[in-house]
């Protein structure tokens, strides 16, 4: 019991256990904590807890018409175990933020402008897609770890914010990983994955 209890307690961002603890990148003179260095607390100021440019529109011209502006503790040191960050996703028309996953974060998700059709599939054995056309004002929550995707159906941009439980959620774009991965997966694993031709698998392993 003690084991399991252990295992949950330890699941997620640990609770901080002081008022904050500002991430700091010098390590000469500060103290580690869930894997950043704190600032001495003296000299934490008011820019510490800052970020600014939500304001600004990502750049969408890419494959997938998306553009996601992350602001985790790397970009913001005051949220170093404080458990949570946040994103702006910027949609092209018909833009799509592919299959991906949060390991170490719940998102939850509103649309500031447009239509979004989202959605997420559970885990083996069911793998059951749980989706729906979001307009403005709409909110929607992806569970932590499960592949998720957000796609604008209208043709005009549309934007939506992300709050994420974990300073640093973590994402693995599922096309990226498995066909480009470094070095590449192999070929007879990925024929035998996916059931498809090897032709199949080198040609999406060159668009990564």
Known sequence: LL???FSFATAY???PLQDFCVALNDTTSAVLVNGKFCKDPKLVKAEDFFFSGLDKVGNTSNKE?????LVDVDQLGGLNTLGISLARIDFAP???NPPHTHPRGTEILVVLEGSLNVG???SNTENRLFTKVLNVGDVFVFPIGLIHFQQNIGN??????????SQNPGVITIANAVFGSNP????????KAFQIDTNVVKYLQSQF
């Open 65 to 69: 018409g998306s553009a996601v502006t």
């Open 120 to 122: 997420f599939v559970t």
């Open 3 to 5: 084991a399991l209890a």
């Open 184 to 191: 590449p997966i192999s070929i007879d694993v990925l024929n």
């Open 13 to 15: 961002d640990p609770s």
């Open 94 to 96: 018909y833009g799509l």
């Open 156 to 165: 005009t941009p549309a934007v939506a914010i992300s709050g994420l439980s």
